[in-house]
């Protein structure tokens, strides 16, 4: 077994056959630019610093 991380191709793949999902040869390079652009997104969200004394707000209020 190896560490390799899937390409976002490959990934989009597996996760396309595992939900039974037709892929369209057509469609996949829309799909993958869609996907690394959601990846640089929630990068942006995931690697933001949060400092160890916040804590998760009791109830949401717009």
Known sequence: MTDK???VAEYID?????VNLPLQPEHQAGVVANFERIQAIAQLVTEFPLSEDIEAAPVFEP
């Open 5 to 7: 991380k899937p390409t």
């Open 14 to 18: 597996l996760v396309a056959a595992v």
